[in-house]
């Protein structure tokens, strides 16, 4: 069976990793938006 302490002592670790992908991509799409108002075709 699954460790609850163990699992619950990750859960901040995991927080933290999934916010970072989330700014990650926050920042990619908005340069690409950001480009895109610069450069129109």
């Known amino acids: 069976m ?8 990750t859960l901040p670790i995991m927080g933290k990793g999934m916010a970072g992908i989330f700014i990650v991509m926050a920042v990619i799409l908005l340069g690409i938006k950001t480009l895109g108002k610069v450069f129109p075709e």
């Open 2 to 9: 699954i460790d609850m302490t163990a699992f619950l002592e």
